[in-house]
């Protein structure tokens, strides 16, 4: 016992020392794991390669590692932790990731695994073997930090890791919570599972308009060249019914990931990504981040061909929302003879404080519980998690729904009796429409390609262009922008990040600022993948809405800017 224990530890330390810390650097677990300049990161992944080793002894289970920065520049890379269950890694574990990514030296770092390792209860030594799925993304660097990452997992003995290969986000953590379900995990099965839920949905839409010529089955999208273009290409080879025309796919070569493309930049900026224009008017466009798993639509306004009507994350979860709540309702409607068991859930909505105010009016309206978080997937789908259908968007186009296992038997149960007793009614039909879905939606975390099938399949249901789905609701008028700081950490907030605690007197010159706007909303709060502040504000008209977010970024600025004049983007 005591040789194995000197070999874990020896074995640690030879490989920690391949991988030093560069100088001056702090790396922090933020709103979804390490990021930073993608050469800065070896011994960061290298470190997060060792944790997610002893997270898969810990929990007795497949873990996943994905490396990625989503939708920040190609120079940047980071790493992000997925649980057994497809979800990010525990809350509980940041403090000690943190820890382990800051150690200052080899020796330091080795000494904080085994006193983590003990506290945790993990014994080590290869005893028990862990299983890490590896996956990155097409950024230049994703190749040397996934062999750093596989160097951090084989230096705790009896680890395994199982390169993926070049995947979307969310095509990993699927993967992660099927190989624990002990499915089967390839990306094959991916497409197959998307694919064939896709059809049983279209099969489902009621006769008549699925041959309604106003729909145009034509759906072009931006892959922000990055991975999610090009697995939409083989995916799209699976679907019928749908004319999918991508852009700015990796595969393609010409464009640089994330710049001028992709769902945050669209999102954001409220304007067509590159390789759009006049041609496209009136057409129903898509846009992914770079790690597809952010999804926005848009059209390109018939004014100007740069600006857009943006469909962004709220309105593809009123959408959802809106659909779903149909189909439960047609589900539990009482036969003629009463006969129907009505089936309980308790349906739920998750946002952030940037949804659109008009969003969540709407989604009460239709009379949903809505719950809101501070920003970020771990804590919206831990929320989410709670309901038996529970719905989770940010703004941006990050999310999807979760079905609770209670609820995913009983719905089965309720569509063999229908099947049985009322095969083919309105309400059987609705019981596999949601059991589709359920398929169909990635329940690990939020997926641009699952997340676009099921708009499309939605649409074609209802009979919807996508005018019918811009008119759901009109967004009230909203800005976003960014002001660098000396330290953005100087700000501290409360209240789902909508009132700021510190620096004492900015709330108070925010809720001036904002008394000034008829319906008037503004909030600031320090990001967590970027060196910045980020200011939201939203008022009755865009004018509005621009002053008050420009003015409370002077205000940030005066509190917290540098001396030399301030950065406002
Ligand atoms: C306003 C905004 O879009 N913030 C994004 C962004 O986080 P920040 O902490 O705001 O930088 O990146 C996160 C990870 O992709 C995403 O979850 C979040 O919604
Ligand atoms: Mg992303």
Not at 80 to 91: F, S
Not at 291 to 314: C, H, P, Q, T
Not at 359 to 371: I, P, Q, R
Request: with cysteine; proline share 3%.
């Amino acid at each position: 016992m005591e040789s194995m224990m000197a070999e874990q530890h020896s074995l640690l330390l030879n490989s920690a020392r391949l991988f030093p810390l560069p100088h001056g650097m702090i790396f922090s677990y933020g709103t979804a794991g390490f990021r930073a300049d993608g050469s800065k990161l070896l011994s960061t992944v290298f470190r997060a390669g060792v944790l997610a080793a002893l997270r898969s002894l810990r929990t007795g289970s497949t873990v996943g590692l994905m490396i990625t920065a989503s939708h920040n520049p190609i120079g940047d890379n980071g790493i992000k932790i997925a649980d057994p269950d497809g979800g990010m890694m525990t809350q509980d574990w940041e403090p000690s990731a943190e820890a382990l990514a800051n150690a200052p030296d080899p020796q330091s770092f080795v000494e904080l695994v085994f006193s983590f390792a003990k506290e945790e209860g993990i014994s080590l030594g290869g005893e028990r073997s862990a299983e890490i799925l590896l996956g990155r993304d097409t950024r230049p660097t994703g190749e040397a930090l996934l062999q750093a990452a596989k160097q951090g997992i084989e230096a705790i003995v009896g680890s395994v890791a199982l390169d993926m290969g070049v995947v979307t986000t969310p095509q990993l953590h699927w993967m992660v919570r099927r190989k624990n379900m002990g499915v089967r995990t390839s990306e094959n099965d991916y497409f197959m599972q998307l694919s064939e839920s896709f059809r049983c949905l279209m099969n489902l839409c009621p006769k008549g308009i699925e041959t309604n010529g106003s729909i145009d089955s034509r759906l072009i999208v931006d892959g922000a060249n990055g991975v999610g273009g090009d697995k939409l290409e083989q995916l799209k080879k699976l679907l019928l019914g749908l004319n999918i025309q991508v852009r700015n796919s990796s595969k393609h070569g010409q464009g640089i990931l994330n710049e001028g493309v992709g769902a945050d930049y669209v999102q954001k900026g409220r304007v067509s990504p590159c390789c759009f224009g006049p041609k496209d008017i009136g057409l129903r466009c898509a846009s992914f981040d770079g790690d597809a798993d952010r999804l926005v639509y848009f059209r390109i306004s018939e004014a100007n061909s740069n600006s857009i009507d943006l469909v962004d994350g709220d309105k593809i979860l009123s959408l959802f929302a809106l659909f779903m709540k149909e189909q439960l309702q047609i589900l539990n409607k009482s036969d003629s003879q009463g006969l129907n068991d009505v089936l309980i859930s308790r349906v739920g909505v998750v946002q952030t404080a940037y949804a659109n105010g008009a969003s969540t009016d709407y989604l009460k309206k239709l009379g949903l519980e809505v719950a809101v978080t501070p920003t970020g997937v771990k804590y919206l789908h831990k929320k989410a998690a709670e309901y038996d259908i529970g719905f989770y968007f940010e703004a941006n186009g990050h999310g999807t729904i979760l079905f609770s296992e209670d609820f995913l038997i009983k719905l089965q149960g309720k569509s063999n009796d229908l099947a049985f007793s009322n095969a083919g009614s309105e309400s059987h039909k609705a019981a596999l429409r949601l059991l589709a879905v359920s398929k169909l939606i990635n329940q690990a975390v939020g997926d641009a390609l699952s997340g676009l099938l099921l708009v499309e399949a939605v649409l074609q249901y209802m009979g919807w262009s996508l005018q019918n789905w811009i008119e759901l609701y009109d967004d009230l008028p909203s800005r976003q922008l960014k002001v660098k700081v000396a330290d953005r950490s100087a700000v501290i907030t409360t209240n789902a990040e909508t009132q700021v605690l510190q620096p004492y007197g900015l709330q108070e010159a925010i809720d001036f600022e904002t008394g000034k706007y008829h319906r008037g909303r503004c909030f600031v709060r320090p990001s967590g993948t970027e060196d910045i502040i980020r200011v939201y504000a939203e008022a009755s008209s865009q004018e509005a809405a621009d002053s008050l977010a420009r003015s409370v970024s002077h205000h940030v600025d005066r509190f917290l800017g540098f001396k030399t004049p301030h950065h406002l983007t």
